[in-house]
Antibody, heavy 128, light 102 residues
Framework: EVQLVESGGGLVQSGGSLRLSCAAS????????MYWVRQAPGKGLVWVSG????????RYADSVKGRFTISRDNAKNTLYLQMNSLRAEDTAVYYC?????????????????????WGRGTLVTVSS | DIQMTQSPSTLSASVGDRVTITCRAS??????LAWYQQKPGKAPNLLIY???SLESGVPSRFSGSGSGTEFTLTISSLQPDDFATYYC????FGQGTKVEIK
């Protein structure tokens, strides 16, 4: 079965750290860009970070730049998100998502992209 | 950054109604737009990509149209399973449109 399964969420104090994992199965994980998308309680969707297929190119939302680090282990079919210096506003469900895109722009980033596969999400709660 | 604005934010409709949701981009994005459905406590589910292409397995009552800066998602005959929140997405996501039971 093609699926993504997140883990590692939980309750952490402000300023603390947490590492999320996303286990992929049923498809060739190493061929895809992968992203983390989050959703604060009662709010909309926001992409947080993305990573290319071999782990050499990353993207971060301004709100997490310098605090979060995305990585992957293609041998283990797993995507990670290391979250440091957590803030109350980082409280959200974090989804792992598979990216599909048409081509690369001049900066080497995907364009015409969308997410065709999502995990169920893992809840991160940061207490102040 | 390209901003996406959906309207309305909430929509009340009955089973069998034709429903249209609009998404506007702050600048032209060609046909680069996707639509997702999300039910409470669940992950988003891809409905439409490249503005009008129906994702495999999605019922044909869903359709998408538009290009440039204005796009629409249409549900031709609303079914009980369709009451959910819908998001458009280009470089970022729209704020969502909640479809409620009238």
């Amino acid at each position: 079965e093609v699926q993504l399964v997140e883990s590692g969420g939980g309750l952490v104090q402000s300023g603390g750290s947490l590492r999320l994992s996303c286990a992929a199965s049923g498809f060739t994980f190493s061929r895809y860009w992968m992203y983390w998308v989050r959703q604060a309680p009662g709010k909309g969707l926001v992409w947080v970070s993305g990573l290319n297929s071999d782990g050499s190119s990353t993207r971060y939302a301004d709100s997490v730049k310098g605090r979060f680090t995305i990585s992957r282990d293609n041998a283990k079919n797993t995507l990670y998100l290391q979250m440091n210096s957590l803030r109350a506003e980082d409280t959200a469900v974090y989804y792992c998502a598979r990216l599909v895109f048409s081509y690369f722009d001049s900066s080497g980033y995907p364009t015409d992209w969308y997410f065709d596969l999502w995990g169920r999400g893992t809840l991160v709660t940061v207490s102040s | 950054d390209i901003q996406m604005t959906q309207s309305p934010s909430t929509l009340s409709a009955s089973v069998g109604d034709r429903v249209t949701i609009t998404c506007r981009a702050s600048q032209s994005i060609g046909s680069w737009l996707a639509w997702y459905q999300q039910k409470p406590g669940k992950a988003p589910n891809l409905l439409i990509y490249k503005a009008s292409s129906l994702e495999s397995g999605v019922p044909s009552r869903f359709s998408g149209s538009g290009s440039g800066t204005e796009f629409t998602l249409t549900i031709s005959s609303l079914q009980p399973d369709d009451f959910a929140t819908y998001y458009c997405q280009a470089d970022s996501f729209g704020q969502g449109t909640k479809v409620e039971i009238k």
